[in-house]
């Protein structure tokens, strides 16, 4: 089973709609992102969260929203979807608990999003 | 403001051959520099990191180049292989990203291994 398990894996939808991506995690640790791939910009960074009471904007926050559930649940939500927002989504965690900032994240293998 | 930057967009090398992969940051407060793989449908994977008080550091045929004063590190991959062909991506973090665990990452470059 994956660490880092995001669902759905491919998402078709039309503008204007409410959509929520998942991401769940069983590796224990306490920070968790969320990025967004598009061609010749690489990954970038739209939220992410220290732990369940500490959620940070990103780099491109405008337009998404996020929410911690829990340790291992980390979901982003697009209120209105709007065609820009296609794109490949990444969730990724990281443990600072053991090394201070320096620690690799590891990334779920993502949510294809097309909003037509 | 691209503060990270892969300027190769793709490199193709053969079988056995050194693979050299580069990347430019412009914040001098980086202190933190990774290395990912990327398969097509799959997530980045970690492949080897470093600190900016070192400048090298080697995991089997991966190595990690540092230029702190040109500000410029490269992954050379020795001998590569098929399986190498992937996308990389560099990034960068520490102070220069709010001392976050952030992770500024550049466009990626398409590395293919011929047979």
């Keep these: ?116 | 403001d691209q503060q990270v930057k892969q300027n190769s967009p793709s490199l193709s090398v053969q079988e056995g051959r050194i693979s050299i992969l580069n990347c430019d940051y412009t914040n001098s407060m980086f202190d933190y520099f990774l290395w990912y793989k990327k398969y097509p449908a799959e997530g980045p994977t970690f492949l080897i990191s470093i600190s900016s008080i070192k400048d090298k550091n080697e995991d089997g045929r991966f190595t990690v180049f540092l230029n702190k004063s040109a500000k410029h590190l490269s992954l050379h991959i020795v001998p590569s292989q098929p399986g190498d062909s992937a996308v990389y991506f560099c990034a960068a973090s520490g102070i220069g990203s709010g001392n976050t665990g952030k992770l500024i990452f550049g466009q990626g470059t398409t590395l293919q291994v011929k047979p």
């Design chain 1, 1 to 116: 089973d994956a660490d880092v398990t995001q669902t759905p894996r491919n998402r078709i939808t039309k503008t204007g709609k409410r959509i929520m991506l998942e991401c769940s995690q069983t590796k224990g640790h306490d920070r968790m992102y969320w990025y967004r791939q598009d061609p010749g910009l690489g990954l970038r960074l739209i939220y992410y969260s220290f732990d369940v009471k500490d959620i940070n904007k990103g780099e491109i926050s405008d337009g998404y929203s996020v929410s911690r559930q829990a340790q291992a649940k980390f979901s982003l939500s697009l209120e209105s979807a709007i065609p820009n927002q296609t794109a490949l989504y990444f969730c990724a965690t990281s443990d600072t608990r053991q090394g201070g900032f320096f620690q690799p994240q590891h990334f779920g293998d993502g949510t294809r999003l097309s909003i037509l």
